[in-house]
């Protein structure tokens, strides 16, 4: 039964540039979330898809959009980047019909920008 | 937004030793979720309480959900190496937006 997968595992961009980072949910899962990590501090919600649509957004820019395809796969999209935007990106994926079901983390994606 | 203060911050302790830590928060959750985090992973969930002062295991760690909604607490018993990490509590105050504690630091001294 596979995890959560994410891709890639690490990115090194420059400031301005455009990233875009990738998420398989868990078998069985059909609601994706991101997040920030940044280095010594929790988790921080970026947004949640489910249905192919953003349900839920946390305090992020714009700069930050996502999408989430048929088989429940998802990307996120990052523009314009920041020095500020060097963090983890996790992914969690959960089931939308069991309300407040633990969510599952992939091993997320460094992204560190010079 | 949202806090979840957790405490303490870090702890060092030597192996076999019990541990206690804790989270509040300052709105009602009605899910508290607690993880553990290790270097160069995502992070992995230990425990989910759901009901008020519920008390849950999983091997030997023990979490309560607090009887105000507003805390949760993490006990890991007899320590071992393995059990190094950063340790977090979450939940949902509302709807699906999970929120994250500060994180305590864990490390066992053989």
């Known amino acids: 039964d596979a995890g959560v997968t994410q891709s890639p595992t690490h990115l090194i961009k420059t400031r301005g540039q455009q990233v875009t980072l990738r998420c398989s949910p868990k078998s069985g899962h059909d609601t994706v979330s991101w997040y920030q990590q940044a280095l010594g501090q929790g988790p921080q919600f970026i947004f949640q898809?489910?249905?192919?649509?953003?349900?839920q957004r946390g305090n992020f820019p714009d700069r930050f959009s996502g999408h989430q395809f048929p088989n429940y796969s998802s990307e996120l999209n990052v523009n314009a980047l920041l020095l500020g935007d060097s963090a983890l990106y996790l992914c969690a994926s959960s089931l939308r019909g069991a309300p407040n079901q633990p969510q599952h983390f992939g091993d997320g994606t460094r992204l560190s920008i010079l | 937004g949202q806090q979840l203060n957790q405490s303490p911050q870090s702890m060092f302790i030597q192996e076999g030793e019990d541990v206690s830590m804790n989270c509040t928060s300052s709105s009602i959750f009605n899910t508290w979720l607690w993880y553990k985090q290790e270097p160069g992973e995502g992070p992995v969930l230990l425990i989910a309480?759901?009901?008020?002062?519920e008390l849950t295991s999983n091997g030997r760690l023990t979490a309560q959900f607090g009887i105000t909604r507003k805390d949760s607490f993490l006990n890991i018993s007899a320590s071992i190496p393995s059990d190094v990490g950063i340790y977090f509590c979450a939940g949902p105050p509302t709807g699906n937006q999970f929120y994250f504690g500060t994180g305590t630091s864990l490390t066992v001294i053989p």
């Open positions: 309480l759901y009901k008020a002062g």
């Open positions: 898809y489910y249905e192919e649509e953003e349900r």
